[in-house]
């Protein structure tokens, strides 16, 4: 799509936005739609951004029924063991625990932002810049951020631990042929991450809905993200898949199984630490940072870090202006965080 074209677009969904946000049940549903095809594409990236890399050749419909296929097993299983929850009670902590009765334009229009944003390839936290627009008590926006910050942390760790251990190995196989067994298993770690994923993020576009869906809900909820994740495959990511695919060695089935790998076991870590929902983005963002690091280290020859420092310096500041507009726009959106960010700032 060219730009004109996206703008049109992304005016025309405004529009819609401020028409639908006076009638509660239809803005409810809009507001969900936007924010499906947002979400998941701004996601791709951390989720998908090197199955695609990896997988770039294989057609799109077989690339959707896996995927999609284990999107739909992910959410039933949600929805069936917690009541109609789809959500793996992500939006049950506090302040996020009530659904919003009555929506404003802004709200609506929360997740056009986030499409703006993807279009410059910003990876932007969705969770802050979409909960925070719904959120009922300041300290929720606290809890989201420290822990998200945390998950940096631990996925650079953990990130740097492995690849000090396996660049050397992967270093002597990078011009080999893959053995056979990595295509499968990288299929397998790949799935994995997107069920983890589906576990912590759906929250984002369950945000406009009802805390527990109907059949009926759940129906209707399954085939926009499904819609949505085709166009997303079709398109193989995006812009933002520059993000991914400007990495060291991405492309390769090895490498891609082994950062799949980290990045779902530190999700499923903090699924189970806490109900508080966390951006996804920062731990993604930490984790090829460590990775980064990590094979430079092992180097021996021309260990310069210029460009590595370039990667990581500059992959933080897009999450950390993704951060700075999501909370000038939550400031802007939702009045009880403008209450918080002036209360704080007041003398």
Known sequence: MSDKSFYI????????AI?????????????????????VANDSIQTLGTFLAANRNRPTWALWIFI????????????????GDVTFERLSSKGFSVAPTHFTPLQVMAPLFLLFLTRHSIPVSTTFLILSAFATTASSIYGVLAKSVSGYFLA??????????????????????????????????????????VMQDAANVAVFLPRQLS?????????????????????????????????TDIADVRQATLIDL??????????ILSSI???????????????????KLRKTKNRDWRTTRRLIFLDLARVSLGLFVSVLLAVWINPVVRDAVLKALSP
């Open 9 to 16: 677009s992304l005016g025309v969904c405004a529009l819609i």
């Open 19 to 39: 028409i639908t946000s006076p009638f509660p049940q239809v803005a409810m549903w809009v507001g969900f739609t936007f924010a499906a095809y947002s979400v």
């Open 68 to 83: 999609g296929g284990l999107l739909f097993l992910t959410t039933l299983y949600s929805w069936s063991i917690y009541g």
């Open 156 to 197: 650079f760790a953990c990130s740097l631990a492995l690849w000090l251990i396996t660049s050397e190995w992967m270093k002597k196989r990078r011009d080999k042929q893959p053995a056979k067994f990595w295509y499968p298993l990288q299929w397998i770690t790949s799935g994995t991450l997107w069920s983890v994923w």
């Open 215 to 247: 059949l009926t809900q759940l129906l209707v909820y399954l085939g926009v993200l499904g819609g949505t994740l085709f166009a997303l495959l079709h398109f193989k990511g995006g812009k933002i898949q520059t993000v991914v695919e400007e990495k």
């Open 262 to 271: 980290v990045y779902a076991a530190v999700l499923y870590y903090f699924k």
């Open 277 to 295: 929902p966390m951006s996804t983005t920062w731990v993604f963002i930490g984790l090829l940072a460590g990775r980064e690091v990590g094979m």
